[in-house]
């Protein structure tokens, strides 16, 4: 038996009963259909959500402290806690931000740069099956939970062939990648492009004209064009309500402007909607890494930057010239000192606009680092969403919403 | 044949038929431990890739509940934040015994990378914990890897022994 | 003799700094582009701003804090720049006591992105922009929290990331990295009471901290050990795990079949 603390029992209806007929339910912290930490208070009218108060923080970790209380380099891996589905995203979102603060952007050599868009677009692939994975399961499609992670753990293979990790690749650096693709990775890749579209056709056939899959999904969640800007919506939850905006093609960075893509749009607003999106941009993603694959052989193997004042110098200059060495070993111990000023990057991450602001004051430490993560808006979304919808539909909405806590909380 | 009267369950008696009942308990509750989801960060997910497919938990008869009075052990996987702190004693509270607690990941063993003001520092502050996990994130070997151990644990027990009171009240 | 810590910054810095290092400053760029000329000229007639210039290809505007709502409201209704995707503040209180407040516009139809930044006292309160952005709720709310910052008019203000009984505005620059007392014993304080803190004990915040004696927090490094072993005993080692498993085979390495990951 245990001893008693100092917890007192917890009613999870708070007010069961009231006098207007209307009930008050707790949805979480601890739910398994809430894709984290989500903790809704539903104000409820029989099946009818009246009001709901999204309640949120519980994952937060204080990376924006730690953000400004390590190094530039150092900081990086924990970007990968953030938003933990799509590492890379959040590594490249961050590098990206330094790189422009440093203004060494255009200095990355050509071939990181398909390196960093092989692994960003390989990663929107494993985001988006697991999405449809934990989405279908929360609907109640068990098998399509199963199917999409086993597609999905040879995209992580390929993650691991290259980097070493399955979740937390830390793949891309300040200035480049740390490595090139390991030999045999493209044969690999191209034997997983070949068969993921039959896949995809499989969920889409499991899914797409399923009558229950459809009957939960259609008219549910509807946001219309006026509320998703008020909400500052980005990626996919834009692009459902009908608005064309990606910012891998309306504000390009790396090669996104040398590939041919299209940006899938849906006029539906509903999670429909959304879930057509969804499939139909890993169909993208695998156009852009076939066109990525010969583009990665016709370039120099360079892997880094050249910056010296920022940039440590390749492993061979390391090794033989002194001025490298010492260069380098400032770098580790004290870390790169960018010049004052601010700078805000955005990136579409397979979330939305994930953009990183740092204020610099010239130190080894940002004096400021907010983290832009598109599912803190996708969240508060909810408290006008939600109201008028059934306690059914509250799975299907938190699911086609696509949040990630780690980077809601940060 | 004893000629004074012994209660064999207090005193510990007839060690040939309670080793094989124990035995033979022990088999069942090693090999159905039901786990009580406790997916709090990255660890979930790998928690997750553990029960689908390619690795396929439910060979070990690890069955994942979301409600804690049918479960037998809690994976906390992922980062305890002194938000959540209250909210899995609650839980764990209203586990049935016996219980057993995996703490999975850096995170939920000692804080991890993040040693800020939100993060707790162990969930073991919080918790007993039985088995610590390590890695960031563990791979779902590892933490099938954790429930063989706990497995092997759990088979010195014997059925009338109570569970200890662990070290946090 | 203790060495003296500052106690209004207690943000990390770096232990060497050259003396006769000078940062280096990111140019503040005059606004060349059309577009954002046009944006200017056009504000120019709602609100007197103070500054405005192209920092790293984004228009960066200086204005008044009392003119937030107006600038906002003008922008969004005027030049199209529709959408807030980021606010927050800095915390300058150290050098200036003040916060400054950024707001970060994007005109999608433009493509365009804009920073309108502005400065308060410490106990100065700023009016929300709730009415005109919506996503400006959370925004602010977040601000409050991490900072303490009082926005007035805002609909619900009320912490939003941290616990409600928190102590302390974590992002400020007073605030240590490893929180305050209240913040380190915050959960014990919450679940088992203030009187427990002595057996829980204080938390173990070195990193670089690895205690081989330990048998009762980890495992002995490289072994598993029982609970609490005697640290001098011999470490068991576990090959097998199932040998006193009953009706479980032993797995074996030269039996087992091993597929092919491509199939």
């Given amino acids: ?410 | ?169 | 003799m203790r060495p003296y810590k500052p106690k209004d910054n207690v943000q990390k810095k770096s232990y060497y700094t050259d003396r006769f290092w000078v940062a280096p400053r990111i140019p503040e760029e005059s606004v060349e582009d059309e577009v954002y000329k046009a944006d200017l000229e056009s504000l120019a007639k709602a609100v007197n701003y103070k500054k405005a210039y192209i920092m790293r290809g984004q228009l960066v505007i200086i204005i008044d804090a009392k003119d937030n709502v107006a600038t906002l409201k003008h922008l969004k209704e005027e030049c199209g720049y529709e959408v807030l995707s980021e606010m927050s503040a800095i915390d300058y209180l150290a050098q200036d006591g003040e916060f400054e407040i950024f707001y970060q516009l994007l005109a999608m139809s433009k493509r365009r992105r804009i920073r309108v930044k502005c400065r308060i006292k410490e106990n100065e309160a700023i009016e929300s922009v709730e009415p005109i952005f919506r996503s400006a709720d959370w925004s602010e709310r977040e601000m409050y929290d991490m900072f303490g910052i009082k926005v007035n008019n805002h609909p619900n203000l009320k912490r939003i990331l941290m616990p409600e009984d928190w102590v302390g505005y974590p992002l400020r620059k007073t605030y240590p990295l490893h929180g305050d007392e209240a913040a380190q014993w915050y959960e014990v304080d919450k679940i088992f009471g203030k009187e427990y803190r002595d057996i829980i004990g204080p938390e173990q915040r070195d990193p670089a901290y690895v205690s081989t004696t330990d048998t009762c927090n980890f495992a002995r490094i490289h072994h598993e050990v029982p609970r609490c072993a005697d640290p001098n005993s011999e470490p068991e080692k576990i090959e097998v795990f199932n040998d006193d498993a009953l009706l479980t085979e032993t797995f074996d390495l030269k039996k087992a079949k091993i597929v092919d990951r491509n199939r």
């Fill in chain 1, 1 to 410: 038996m245990q001893q008693r603390n100092r917890l007192e029992p917890y009613f999870e209806n708070l007010a069961f009963e009231r006098d207007d007929n209307t009930m008050v339910v707790n949805f979480g912290p601890q739910h398994p259909s809430a894709h984290g930490q989500l903790r809704l208070i539903l104000e409820m009218e029989g099946e009818q959500i009246k009001k709901a108060h999204p309640d949120i923080g519980y994952l937060h970790r204080g990376m924006e402290k730690m953000g400004e209380n390590m190094i530039y380099n150092e900081f990086l891996p924990t970007t990968d806690r953030m938003d933990y589905i799509a590492a890379t995203a959040n590594n490249y979102a961050f590098a990206l931000a330094v790189e422009r603060l440093l203004g060494i952007e255009d200095k990355v050599p050509r071939r990181a740069k398909v390196i960093r868009m092989m692994l960003l677009e390989l990663n929107r692939i494993i985001s988006h099956l697991f999405w449809l994975a934990t989405h279908a399961l929360d609907v109640g499609a068990m098998s399509v939970f199963l199917y999409c992670f086993r597609e999905r753990e040879y995209a992580m293979d390929l993650m691991e062939d290259y980097c070493g990790a399955r979740l937390t690749h830390s793949a891309v650096r300040i200035g480049g990648v740390p490595l090139d693709l390991p030999p045999g990775w493209l044969d690999h890749l191209n034997v997983y492009l070949q068969k993921l579209p039959d896949q995809i056709k499989l969920y889409e056939g499991l899914l797409t004209e399923n009558r229950i899959w459809r009957m939960r999904l259609e008219e549910v969640g509807v946001i219309p064009p006026e509320m998703a800007k008020q909400w500052a919506c980005s990626g996919i939850m834009l692009r459902g309500s009908g608005i064309e905006y990606d910012i891998r093609k309306e504000e390009p960075y790396e090669l996104y402007d040398e590939v041919d893509f299209d940006i899938p749009v849906s006029d539906r607003c509903d999670s429909y909607g959304r879930y057509l999106l969804y499939m139909e941009e890993m169909r993208q993603s695998i156009r852009i890494l076939r066109q990525l694959i010969p583009m990665y052989k016709e370039t120099e193997p360079e892997l880094m930057a050249h910056a010296p004042e920022y940039i440590s110098a390749p492993k061979e200059d390391i090794m033989t010239q002194n001025y490298s060495l010492m260069q380098h070993f400032v770098l580790v111990t004290q870390g790169m000192r960018p010049p004052v000023g601010e700078v805000y990057a955005p990136t579409e991450s397979p979330k939305g606009e994930l953009g990183f602001f740092i204020r610099s004051e010239g130190e080894p430490y940002a004096y400021r680092m907010k983290i832009r993560a598109p599912s803190f808006w996708h969240t508060g979304i909810l408290q006008d969403l939600l109201p008028g919808h059934y306690l059914a539909d509250v799975v299907t909405i938190i699911g086609s919403t696509n949040i990630v806590f780690g980077e809601i909380d940060r």
């Fill in chain 2, 1 to 169: 044949m004893a000629q004074h009267p012994m209660n064999s369950v207090a005193n510990a008696g007839l060690p040939v038929a309670l080793t094989t009942v124990d035995k033979l308990v022990n088999w069942g509750r090693t090999n159905s431990l039901w786990v009580l989801t406790y997916g709090l960060a990255c660890c979930a997910i790998e928690m997750m890739a553990s029960g689908a497919s390619r690795y396929d938990f439910d060979r070990f008869g690890v069955i994942f509940r979301a409600s804690p009075r049918q479960a037998d052990v809690m994976i906390v996987a992922g980062t305890l934040t002194k938000k959540h702190a209250e909210f899995i004693r609650r839980l764990y509270d209203q586990m049935a015994e016996p219980k057993w607690v995996i703490s999975m990941g850096s995170c939920a063993n000692t804080g991890g990378m993040f040693n800020t003001y939100a993060t707790v520092q162990g969930v073991d502050r919080v918790i007993p914990v039985d088995i610590y996990l390590p890695g960031c994130a563990p791979r779902p070997e590892t933490l099938q890897y954790a429930v063989m151990l706990l497995q092997k644990k759990l088979r010195k027990r014997t059925i009338f022994q109570k569970q200890k009171p662990k070290r946090l009240v």
